[in-house]
């Protein structure tokens, strides 16, 4: 996926928002369109389904297992359990106001 670019509200990023593996170390920067022209760069619309790999093989091109979503979009919910009750209950309160401090 180095050096590929893809529109802001693609599809691509429900699945390959990084980490993408164990180790990943993989970024994304944000490009207006003049930086884009300016590098000559191509907006894609979709993933390829494989690619060579220098030995000359082909592989398929998809995330690490476990990988494959963005975290951005997953609401994250703590596991209370082994957590005193009085503090699961000051948590479960201050969740229910709505208040993030």
Request: proline share 12%; hydrophobic share 30%; glycine share 6%.
């Amino acid at each position: 996926m180095d050096g590929r670019v893809f529109p802001a509200d693609s599809p691509v990023w429900d699945t390959w928002f990084p980490p993408n593996g164990f180790r990943c170390r993989c970024t994304v920067r944000t490009l207006s369109r003049r930086q884009v022209e300016q590098m000559g760069l191509k907006v894609e619309d979709s993933v390829p389904a494989q690619a060579e790999l220098p030995d000359g093989r082909f592989t398929h091109v998809i995330p690490d297992p476990h990988f494959g979503a963005n975290p951005a979009k997953v609401r994250y919910e703590p596991d209370l359990k082994g957590y005193p009750e009085p503090l699961v209950k000051a948590y479960q309160k201050r969740q229910k106001s709505g208040s993030s401090k």
